[in-house]
């Protein structure tokens, strides 16, 4: 008997060869400036959250509707339940059901599945082997698109480097600052990681400052580095910021949760307390060359940066938020496009 095709996923932007990344990229600023096609007609969409969301869940329920397709969203906490991600083991724990067959039915109803895991964020270990997110990939007969797992978030890369272009026009040579910012409840590195990977394959000049002890996750950093010298570009680390962001285009700040640290909250708020600085102000914007301002929200006001820098005229966080709408259409239709 013939093999079923292997169905095309996203887990992370290096599902994508380089020419491809560059089409997606090109695609979703045409869908922004011309409209898209309805590239989804009869095609349904099933998003699976297993933690919450603002932008992910609507930008992506909206791009389908608008493309013609359906999206049926559910959540985790109110839907269904905890399911297993591990071979072979007894399943006497508190999920009742495996990824293996939720994956296996819900390929038989939908066209596509969307999901956002929720790592246990006890060892880093452990999550950054993003195992969920993998599950689904290995069960799913439809293609599976990753909305945020510990390791990565591509759809937020793709609208950043979106963003990016569309302000800064090509992006090799540029300089790009990504700057470690305080925040009480950081999130994972996910999205500085995916960020990183997109920006070094397009050959950006890249710092990355954070305080001690915020290293990013050892193997995508090597991946980076790769990647920023087959591209031509740099890619730097630093605890100074002010270094980081001098001469700097873009600063980018996002608050992640330390890797030494992961999993010991007592150790973790300690270690937090001393970077309350970690802040991005005017003063700091200043030192770039006319430098922009981003952030993947959700953002700490007066926290993370200042009202000023996020109201002022620096500020894309609202156009990298509405980006995530045009790219996953663009995504949409290079995946399940008719
Ligand atoms: N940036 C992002 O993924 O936002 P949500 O967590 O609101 O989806």
């Not at 981003?294 to 000023?308: V, Y």
Request: charged share 25%; hydrophobic share 45%.
């Amino acid at each position: 008997m013939a093999q079923a095709a292997q169905p095309r996923h996203l887990i992370h932007l290096g599902d994508l060869e380089q020419d491809e990344l560059r089409d997606w990229i090109d695609l979703s600023l045409s869908i922004k400036r011309s409209g898209a096609a309805p590239a989804l007609p009869g095609r349904t969409l099933g998003m699976l959250f297993f933690r919450g969301s603002l932008r992910t869940r609507t930008s992506f329920e909206a791009a389908v509707h608008q493309l013609g397709g359906h999206a049926i969203n559910l959540n985790a906490a109110s839907d269904f339940w905890e399911l297993e991600a591990r071979e072979g083991v007894v399943m006497d724990g508190r999920a009742p059901e495996h990824i293996r067959d939720a994956a296996a039915v819900l390929s038989s109803y939908v066209d596509a599945l969307a999901i956002r895991p929720a790592p246990a964020g006890h060892s880093w270990e452990l999550d950054r082997r993003d195992e969920g997110i993998n599950a689904w990939a290995a069960h799913a007969r439809v293609p599976v698109i990753n909305m945020e797992s510990a390791l990565w978030h591509p759809l937020q890369a793709l609208a950043d480097t979106m963003t990016m272009r569309e302000s800064l026009g090509e992006l090799a040579g540029k300089r790009l600052a990504i700057t470690w910012s305080h925040a009480p409840e950081p999130s994972s590195p996910a999205v500085v990681h995916s960020l990183l990977d997109a920006a070094a394959r397009f050959g950006m000049h890249i710092k990355v400052a954070h305080p001690p002890g915020y290293d990013l996750d050892g193997e995508v950093m090597r991946r980076a580095k790769a990647a920023s010298e087959r591209a031509g570009g740099a890619l730097e680390f630093t605890s100074d910021r002010e270094d980081a962001v001098r001469g700097a285009h873009v600063v980018y700040a996002r608050s992640w949760r330390s890797l030494e640290h992961y999993g010991n909250s007592t150790l973790a708020a300690s270690q937090r307390s001393r970077t309350i600085g970690w802040s991005v102000d005017e003063q700091l914007m200043k030192l770039g060359e006319d430098a922009k301002f981003m952030h993947a929200m959700p953002i700490r006001r007066n926290l993370e940066a200042t009202d000023e820098v996020l109201d002022g005229p620096r500020s894309l966080i609202l156009c990298q938020a509405e980006n995530r709408l045009h790219s996953q259409k663009a995504v949409l239709t290079r995946l399940l496009g008719r």
